[in-house]
């Protein structure tokens, strides 16, 4: 028979390991204020939410790259002055929550996310071909 022996402080040390510290960075929600004075809760998407996401509006990658890409922003979105933000998972969902969000709402997301996450520089990098593409669609 086997003894297991557990050590505590080494168990208190494990919480502060690279894994942890990823999973705690993970789960970190930012709070930001938009122009009308709402408070917004922002939150790095999850791989749930990223591929409910492509589920949902994945069509629109295709056709319109620039439509997919440039509203991908709502995953972030987790409250609205203390209520939740439902995931849109309709066309009229997902403008309802911009119609909510207004300008001001949009501004305030974006440039927390700028400040908060970092960015790859090569993705989503579209070329003069592709742009005038997705323009004349």
Do not use: H, W
Request: proline share 4%.
């Amino acid at each position: 028979m086997a003894k297991v022996t557990m050590n505590k402080a080494k168990m208190a040390e494990a919480g502060s390991s690279p894994s942890a510290e990823i999973i705690r960075d993970a789960n970190k929600t930012y709070s930001v204020y938009d122009e009308l004075g709402r408070q917004l809760i922002i939150k790095l998407p999850s791989f749930q939410d990223n591929m409910r996401y492509d589920l949902y509006f994945g069509k629109f990658d295709e056709s319109n790259k620039k439509f997919y890409d440039s509203n991908k922003f709502i995953l972030f979105i987790k409250e609205i002055d203390s209520v939740p933000v439902a995931f849109p998972t309709t066309e009229s969902e997902a403008l309802a929550l911009a119609a909510r969000l207004g300008n001001e709402g949009f501004n305030a997301i974006m440039n927390c996310i700028a400040e908060n996450f970092p960015l790859n520089e090569n993705s989503g990098a579209e070329t003069d071909s592709e742009v005038k593409g997705t323009l004349k669609k």
